[in-house]
């Protein structure tokens, strides 16, 4: 085969895989956790996709980490837009800083619990999943918890509000 049948070739193999290719992108801006637990994961964003959903319940380890890594990922994005929210309503850097070193500690408090946590599935299969999960509950408490200063204004007893 010549070398210009060679690129020919090539080129349209590119062209037929492109669109799935885009089609997949698209669908991982459509759900902006998906390409992060692919990123954390260092997986394809397909095998992400095909099991951050049904792999909690699979009973099979390497889904169900990528499952509960998945539902971290959607915890901590969420948390992220309640903290910035929030930070956006504090009065003045000196309360934003008091949140920032809160939330550094409250990380630091999660993962040291969630280890504690796990110890007694420290023979186990399952205890990646079961660590990331823990974090993932944990992460979701402390979005609620922030989730009340909200809207909080200058009211007293509303952190911030000096």
């Known amino acids: 085969m010549s070398d210009w049948m060679n690129f020919a070739a090539g080129a349209a193999r590119a062209f037929v895989a492109l669109p799935c290719l885009v089609h997949g992108l ?43 890594s998945y539902r971290l990922v959607v915890e901590e994005q969420e948390l992220a837009q309640v903290r910035a929210t929030l930070v956006s309503e504090l009065a003045g850097a000196a309360a934003q800083a008091k949140l920032a070193a809160a939330q550094e500690a409250w990380v630091g408090f999660r993962d040291r619990a969630c280890d504690f946590e796990a110890d007694g599935y420290a023979q186990a299969r399952d205890l990646a999943s079961v660590v990331v999960g823990c974090k993932a509950t944990y992460t979701h408490a402390r979005t609620a918890q922030l989730k009340r200063f909200l809207g909080c204004g200058q009211m007293y007893g509303c952190p911030g509000s000096r």
């Open 26 to 68: 698209a669908l991982a801006d459509d759900d902006p956790a998906l390409a992060e637990t692919s990123r954390r994961l260092g997986m394809s964003i397909d095998i992400v996709r095909q099991h951050h959903r049904s792999g909690c319940e699979s009973g099979r380890p390497n889904e169900q980490f990528i499952c509960a």
